[in-house]
């Protein structure tokens, strides 16, 4: 056959196309007929030739009704219905969501030519506004190449996308995919204020998922500042959970004497961090140092009592036992950069 002989026959198909004349079927959306014929349907689609000529058939082959069900915008169906006579789409003037659903149908009804020109569209439209969205598609449809593209653009673009109203509608999923990896280039306490917007959006979620979802959370990324004037009074984590992260820091930094405290030109915090320091490089203290808001540090040790805050502190000595060299640099991005103390 002749190109223009198949151009032509295409022609004729493409002219069928909601006529409802030589129609053989009507396909009832959403309480909207639309005219169909069977023959061209079940050639283009294994969903649709399965349906219009399998059992189902045997229940409306007296009406010659057939429901469409599953499908969210009767537009977004007509335009996959229109590649499945004339084999082409017109995707100028198509907004995102209506790209989305027509993804949608075309896997429903397994058109992969149609999917794989959405798919291609889909990649041209990543930016901040709609990043989240092309992001679940990419991943409930695993759609990898384009969830590496939209993963990178995350990353490099974290405090932004966290920071915007989209954020608070990622599914359960689609965030612990997010907090999961350790690449986002952006500051843990930007991630940890936009899980506690999340969750604020969110809170219907049981509490095994909270939980679930906050063990993403790296505390020892986190300033002490934060830990004390933002983490502890979310409520959010345990006291346990700050002390331990204040620990580890204290374990890891170079600078014992918490400049990065002094600097705030906040008095309680100065006195704070001179006695968190001052029990750290006490040998008796063995196990965890517990600090509350109002200004308490009790120390757990299993030679030592729980002290008053009133009396005064355990005074060291110059002879003792200093802690072992720490690292030089600790990690406060996840994307691999240093943390600046100064901030």
Not at 231 to 247: E, H, M, Q, W, Y
Request: with cysteine; charged share 25%.
């Amino acid at each position: 056959m002749s190109d223009s002989l198949k151009m032509e026959v295409l022609d004729h198909v493409s002219q069928m196309y909601l006529n409802p004349e030589v129609s053989d079927v009507t396909l009832v959306v959403n309480g909207i007929d639309i005219p169909g014929h069977r023959s061209v349907l079940a050639s283009r689609s294994s969903y649709l030739k399965e349906l219009l000529f399998g059992e189902p058939w045997e229940a409306y082959k007296d009406t010659g009704k057939v429901p469409i069900e599953g499908v969210n915008d009767v537009e977004a169906f007509k335009a996959v219905l229109k590649f499945i006579y004339a084999g082409d789409v017109d995707l100028s003037d198509v907004c995102l969501p209506f790209l989305i659903e027509m993804i949608r149908l075309a896997r429903m009804f397994s058109l992969t030519t149609l999917e794989e020109t959405l798919r291609s569209h889909l990649k041209g439209l990543i930016s901040i506004d709609n990043i989240l969205k092309i992001y679940e598609v990419s991943r409930v449809f695993w759609y990898q190449d384009i969830l590496a593209i939209c993963t990178d653009y995350i990353d490099n673009n974290a405090e932004a996308i966290m920071n915007h109203e989209s954020f608070s509608f990622l599914s359960v999923d689609g965030l612990k995919f997010l907090l999961v990896r350790n690449s986002l280039k952006v500051r843990e306490i930007t991630i940890f204020l936009a899980v506690k917007n999340w969750l604020k959006e969110n809170d219907t979620i049981d509490d095994g998922t909270k939980r679930d979802i906050l063990s993403n959370i790296k505390l020892s990324y986190v300033s002490p500042i934060d830990l004390m004037n933002v983490i502890r009074p979310s409520g959010l984590f345990t006291l346990k959970d700050v002390a331990n992260a204040i620990l580890q820091l204290l374990s890891s930094c170079e600078d014992l004497t918490w400049n990065e405290f002094r600097s705030s030109g906040d008095p309680g915090l100065v006195k704070k961090s001179s006695k968190m320091v001052e029990s750290y490089r006490n040998p008796r203290t063995k196990k965890e140092i517990m600090l509350t808001m109002d200004d308490k540090i009790i120390a757990n040790d299993s030679t030592t009592t729980k002290q008053n805050v009133s009396s005064p502190p355990t005074k060291v000595t110059k002879q003792v036992t200093t802690p072992p060299p720490a690292k030089k640099t600790r990690m406060s991005l996840r994307g691999k950069r240093k943390h600046d103390e100064t901030e």
